[in-house]
């Protein structure tokens, strides 16, 4: 067993990784249970979002330079619409960006070709050794060539001579293509430039004067660029139509619509219809045995995998309720499966990978993407006696387990090795998870604490003491400023995680016997959804603790038995919920369901 520092790949360091502005605007944005049903009315169906594009990652490719460069130049624009000159400067200049440069050389090309235009060829020289040229010598011929074939149009012979000796001779290689050169020396003896047979089509000095600048345009590095930049420029306003253009796309594809256009206040976060789910969608059969934990497959959540008593994985799909495949039944040749009940299941955010915690003192890692023979990838062994709990990283490199032994492990989900081993709880852990910075892992135990390990030092730097019953879950949002528990004292708490205090206590299910009963955050994170002994779906009001839903209760469709666990999933707007009665069943908002305002609440 392996104790030693992992080598962890950045993980932040430890530091408050709390904050209460999370705890404040959920105070500020609190309201009663009628305000969060009439917000909740809001909200139409329109089913499931169309997939028509594939692969995001096809689009364009993110590594590409000219993406990256497309990318600066629309965030400078920006900057420069609002008049952030001094951070303008700052990315141009790291950037490579140069905006006022390019400026700055498109005057000076100006200038020379303004002293091309007017014969000024001394001034044009001084400009031009300043000036970045694909092919300096080869211009500089160009230039005493128009200035010769001026000088001879002039009856100029002399000063043509020593033109010709000082400054052209020197670059005769360049000239002796198609014997140009030896036509320039004959052009001594002749009346007429026509004379020289290279040079029958000279036009006279205006005209050529403008074939040398056109010549000098191509062969200016700069000029080039600019003339790139010129077919490509940035549309006003570029960065805030594009931005515009995804929340009208995350409208649009997403499973409600808002009966009136929506104002929508952040873009750090996708835009998701506010939904209060309020009756039962499908149920999805097949387990043999009580299904004791659920979760969506990666972040998209297409797919829902569960886990049950009878030792097997289910993936089913959300749309119809198929199961696509079990993992794990060696009577449907997957083999390599659990031989006890599965207690946890966990998905990397990609959806490629599950992984589960199981009574047989093991975690397996599953492939959904690999051979239907062998998904299979990997076997954890370390923990003494049932392993209750398993969560993947931010990362997807690292998974944290929990379980009967006392203690939370780290592992390195790449090669399955042990990387550290974190002792203090006096009972059964039986939830594990990471904070969302991924530099803390948070543990709830039978013992009745709560407890924060620094990842790298294993240090425990926190630890909460207020239930009075064994803790059963623990999540936190997505800012990492509140945590949520439940426990066997028939209660989930949310706790301000900077103040280390509960501020406020859910109740109202039932949660006492051996069971993981286990709560989550829901929609928007103003609700907490929760499972309860008594076969119901409990919905309450993050701000007020009041109940908003007891999905079930006036339902022939509710859980016969223990509901154990309800989990939210924004991209699909569905709450999905496990249970003894061996079923796993989806909920949702319908408008024609009638609120249930029992007096119970």
């Keep these: 067993m392996a104790d030693s520092t992992p080598s962890l790949d950045q993980v932040p360091s430890l530091g408050s990784s709390s904050s209460s502005a999370s705890a404040s605007r959920q105070e500020a944005n609190g309201s009663d249970h009628v305000d969060l049903t009439e917000r909740a009315r809001a909200a139409v169906h329109a089913g499931p979002p169309r997939r028509t594009i594939g692969n995001d990652d096809k689009i364009f490719n993110h590594d590409d330079p000219k993406i990256k460069e497309d990318v600066v130049r629309m965030i400078v624009q920006y900057l420069q619409d609002e008049g952030y000159t001094a951070s303008i400067m700052t990315i141009q200049d790291e950037a490579s960006v140069r905006v006022t440069e390019n400026l700055r050389n498109r005057s ?4 020379i070709k303004a002293a091309i235009l007017d014969g000024e060829w001394v001034e044009m020289e001084k400009l031009v050794q300043k000036t970045p040229l694909k092919e300096y010598k080869n211009f500089l011929y160009t230039v005493y060539k128009q200035q010769y074939l001026e000088l001879i149009e002039q009856l100029e012979y002399q000063k043509a001579f020593a033109l010709l000796t000082k400054k052209l001779k020197p670059l005769e290689e360049i000239g002796s293509l198609n014997n140009e050169f030896k036509d320039l020396c004959y052009l001594l003896t002749c009346k007429s430039i026509q004379d020289a047979p290279f040079f029958k089509t000279w036009e006279g000095v205006a005209s050529s004067r403008e074939k040398l600048v056109e010549q000098f345009s191509s062969m200016l590095e700069i000029e080039n660029n600019d003339i790139a930049v010129a077919r490509h ?191 203090g709880h006096k009972s059964s852990v039986s939830r594990v998870i990471f904070n969302p910075l991924g530099n803390l892992v948070i543990s709830g135990s039978k013992d009745s604490t709560i407890k924060f390990w620094d990842l790298v030092s294993g240090v425990c730097v926190k630890t909460y003491s207020s239930h009075l019953g064994e803790v059963t879950s623990v999540e936190m949002n997505k800012a990492g400023g509140l945590l949520l528990s439940g426990s066997k004292d028939n209660s989930n708490r949310l706790w301000d995680v900077r103040l280390a205090r509960p501020m406020r206590r859910f109740k109202g299910h039932q949660n006492t016997s051996k069971n ?36 079930g209760s006036h339902s022939p469709d509710c859980h016969s038995d223990i509901a154990y666990r309800a989990v939210w999933n924004a991209h699909q707007s569905l709450l999905v919920s496990c249970s003894h009665d061996c079923t796993v069943k989806t909920w949702w908002y319908d408008e024609q369901q009638s609120w249930d305002h029992d007096d119970d609440f």
Excluded: M
Excluded at 275 to 301: D, I, M, Q, W, Y
Excluded at 333 to 357: E, K, L, N, Q, Y
Excluded at 530 to 549: C, H, K, M
């Design 233 to 423: 420029e940035v549309q006003p306003q570029r960065l805030l139509h594009l931005l515009k253009q995804a929340v009208r796309y995350q409208i649009e594809f997403s499973r409600y619509h808002p009966k009136v256009v929506p104002s929508v206040p952040t873009l750090l976060e996708d835009y998701s219809c506010f939904v209060l789910p309020n009756a039962h969608k499908s149920t999805f059969h097949g387990h043999r045995s009580n299904v004791k934990c659920v979760e969506f497959v990666g972040e998209e959540g297409t797919q829902i995998v569960s886990g049950s008593s009878d030792n097997t994985l289910r993936v089913w799909d959300v749309e119809d309720g198929r199961c696509v495949r079990i993992l794990g039944d060696g009577e449907l040749g997957s083999g390599g499966g659990h031989t006890s009940r599965i207690w946890d299941v966990t998905s990397s955010s990609s959806g490629d990978f599950i992984a589960s915690a199981s009574g047989d003192s093991t975690v397996k890692f599953w492939n959904l993407r690999g051979s239907n023979k062998s998904p299979c990838s990997a076997t954890l062994t370390g923990h003494e006696g049932d392993v209750y709990s398993v969560k993947y990283h931010q990362s997807n490199n690292y998974v944290v387990t929990g379980g009967y032994d006392k203690t939370v492990k780290l592992w390195d989900a790449r090669t399955g090795a042990l990387l550290r081993t974190f002792s």
């Design 108 to 111: 000076h090309f100006k200038r």
């Design 516 to 551: 993981f009963v286990r709560a989550s955050f829901g929609p928007d994170e103003s609700l907490v959804v929760g499972g309860s002994e008594d076969g119901l779906v409990y919905i309450w009001d993050a701000a007020t603790g009041e109940i908003l839903q007891r999905l």
